[in-house]
Each structure stands twice: as structure tokens, then as C-alpha cells.
């Protein structure tokens, strides 16, 4: 089953840009720190074709047309050739998000179903709406209070939501002064402040992305400074947080079975005392102390492997948080991971 990961947000809040730019930007890779290569490539040739399209429009100066429909991307995430996740994003058409035409109702539906089941939520907030929030816009902060409805919501339909990690994005970052910035992520904190308080479960983050500098779109034609690298306007931040939130999921599952194997060997070595207690007598008619050896060696073999595998996803995680705390603040219950 692929990894669904959910795109949210207004129409003309970036999303689509976004998956344009950040597939070309991670099919060549990004380095971690223990100098492994994730990459994000999507196996589907005839996807590939369009998302390079895309791309190629936006290089030679033109911004893509607004979605007439959704569309669902595959990508698999890599990392030193190792499959971490198999991800389905799908681009929905964001005027569908506040739409009260009638017509539009079963595709509204299947967009608020597809918060179920989804490994991570992607809240888009374009730097222009917080701008005109920030300058008393009624319908600009009405956004937020729609993000909150529609997220409480979702909770009541899903008995998971609570665990599903939820990333707000600011898009068309390079609209903001640094100054401008930190107020924006102060204001979306306060603003989805269900998401930051004390006592949930929950992995909250929130990141700034871009596609480079003083762009600006007239009547279509793309200005500024186009900026697509891996490593450039954070385009990498939103997989890394789904990955992050994967491997963490993972971690906690090994460590689960490595303490239930322990206790099984525990209950098995019991056994083994408890045999070599027997008379002599009794074990020579039946005696099980070599099955009972088989078996500690077996499940002390299996847990020791995944010992083995602990270690190796542990410095994974540590390779992959370091990239993504570099490029977004990330919260758990309320409380910063530095
Ligand atoms: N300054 C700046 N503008 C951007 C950036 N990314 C997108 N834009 C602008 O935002 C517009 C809308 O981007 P889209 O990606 O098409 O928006 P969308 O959310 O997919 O919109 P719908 O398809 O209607 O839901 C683009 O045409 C650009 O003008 C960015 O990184 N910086
Ligand atoms: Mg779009």
C-alpha cells in the first residue's frame, strides 16, 4: 500500500508549483549527513513526462495553469537505493477547497475522505493570503479558521487522526522579509493553535518554502529568479517530514519487537532451568533440553538482527532529522525537538 501524503490549500496557494519543482529538485538527490542519497523519483514514466513539462514551462518563463482537475503523482523515496516510502500526493484543484456549488459536492467529498489514511497532512498557506490576513482581510483569515474546521472534522471521522503528523507550509516564501517571515510562522502558531498546544500526541512542523527569489507572476509570465535545487527554498522539507514521522513509527515498532523477544527468551531460558532441574532419570526418558536450546538460539538470533536494524534506522533518523530541523521548526505535543 503506497503512503498517502495529503496536500491541502486554496487555490493559488502553490501546491502544484510545489510538486513540479520538488520532483525535479530530489530526483538527483539530496545528500544526509552519513552521506547516503535519498532521492524522490516517480516510477511512472508518462507522470514523469508531465511533471517535466511543467517544469520546463516554469524555466522558460511561464507559471502553470491553475488545476480544471486533480491529479494523483507517485513517488518513491529512496534512500541509498533503499525503498523508505512509496508516496501518493494528489493535486487537487484548490478551488475545491471552498467551493459551495452544489456541483462540486462529490469531488469536495472525496477530497475530505482523502484526509483518511494518509501518513502526513500538507497545509499550504501562501505567503500573499498571510499578508492580507495580517492587513485585516476577512476572507484571508477566514482560511484559517476553515483549516481549523476541516481538521476537527477529520477527527471525528477518524478514530487514528490524532497520530496522522500534520505540516503547515508557507508557500512563495521569497514574498517575505526575514522579519516578515518570523511574524508569518508566529501567526499561523497562533492562528492553529489546536495543532502547537500541551498534551496531544501529535507531530506538528512548520516550514517556509519557495521556488527562488523575487519571482512574480504577470498575466502569466514568470519573473524573478528561478531557484530549483535540492538543497534551495526548503523544496525538500515536506518528504523529510513524512519520512521522519515514518522512521520514528518504525523505530517504535522494532523496539517493540525487540522487547517482546526478550521476554520470550526470558520465558524459554525459565524453561531450560526448570529442565535441567529434572531428575536424571526423567530426562532420559524425555528430554527437551535440546529443543529448548534450539529455540533460544533461534530467537536470540532474530533478536539480535534486530538490534542490528535498530542501530541502523537510529542513525538514519538522526541523519534525516538533522536535515529537516536545518529547515523547519518541528514540534511533538506541543513542545520544540531541537
Ligand atoms: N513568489 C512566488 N510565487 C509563487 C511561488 N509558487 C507559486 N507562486 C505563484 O502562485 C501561483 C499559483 O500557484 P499554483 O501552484 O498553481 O497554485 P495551486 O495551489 O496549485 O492552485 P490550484 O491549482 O488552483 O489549486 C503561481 O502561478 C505563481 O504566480 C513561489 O515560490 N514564489
Ligand atoms: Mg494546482
Not at 92 to 110: F, I, K, N
Not at 186 to 202: A, V, W
Request: glycine share 8%; proline share 2%.
Amino acid at each position: 500500500m503506497s503512503d498517502k501524503i495529503s496536500i491541502y490549500g486554496l487555490s493559488g496557494s502553490g501546491k502544484s508549483c510545489f510538486i513540479f519543482a520538488m520532483s525535479q529538485a530530489l530526483s538527483q538527490g539530496i545528500e544526509f549527513a552519513d552521506g547516503e542519497l535519498m532521492t524522490v523519483i516517480t516510477p511512472d514514466p508518462r507522470q514523469m513526462v508531465r511533471l517535466y513539462k511543467a517544469y520546463d514551462k516554469m524555466v522558460n518563463g511561464y507559471w502553470p495553469a491553475g488545476n480544471t482537475q486533480s491529479i494523483t503523482y507517485n513517488f518513491n523515496v529512496r534512500k541509498a537505493l533503499e525503498k523508505m516510502l512509496d508516496i501518493e500526493i494528489t493535486d487537487y484543484r484548490g478551488g475545491l477547497l471552498d467551493s459551495d456549488d452544489d456541483d462540486d459536492q462529490e469531488e469536495q467529498d472525496t477530497l475530505y475522505e482523502s484526509f483518511n489514511d494518509s501518513k502526513a497532512l500538507l497545509f499550504f498557506f501562501g505567503a500573499d493570503t498571510i499578508k492580507r490576513a495580517f492587513q485585516g482581510d476577512m476572507y484571508a483569515r477566514f482560511n484559517f479558521q476553515h483549516f481549523n474546521a476541516l481538521y476537527s472534522s477529520y477527527l471525528d471521522s477518524s478514530p487514528d487522526a490524532v497520530k496522522t503528523p500534520v505540516l503547515f507550509i508557507i508557500s512563495k516564501a521569497d514574498l517575505l522579509s526575514a522579519d516578515e517571515l518570523l511574524k508569518a510562522k508566529e501567526f499561523i502558531k497562533d492562528q492553529m493553535r489546536q495543532f502547537f498546544g500541551r498534551g496531544t500526541n501529535l507531530t506538528v512542523g512548520i516550514t517556509a518554502i519557495s521556488l527562488g527569489r523575487n519571482l512574480s507572476n504577470y498575466k502569466g509570465e514568470l519573473e524573478g529568479e528561478l531557484d530549483i535545487r535540492a538543497s534551495a527554498g526548503n523544496l525538500s522539507i515536506p518528504v523529510l517530514f513524512a519520512l521522519y514521522h515514518q522512521m520514528g513509527v518504525k523505530i517504535e515498532s522494532v523496539i517493540g519487537e525487540i522487547s517482546c523477544g526478550q521476554d520470550k527468551l526470558k520465558g524459554v531460558q525459565k524453561a531450560l532451568g526448570h529442565e535441567l532441574s529434572r531428575s536424571t532419570l526423567a530426562r532420559f526418558f524425555i528430554n527437551n533440553e535440546s529443543s529448548i536450546r534450539n529455540q533460544i538460539n533461534s530467537i536470540g538470533g532474530a533478536v539480535a538482527s534486530k538490534k542490528e536494524e535498530l542501530l541502523k534506522l537510529n542513525s538514519s533518523m538522526a541523519a534525516i532529522k538533522s536535515l529537516l530541523l536545518a529547515g523547519a521548526e518541528i514540534y511533538l505535543g506541543g513542545e520544540r525537538i531541537n
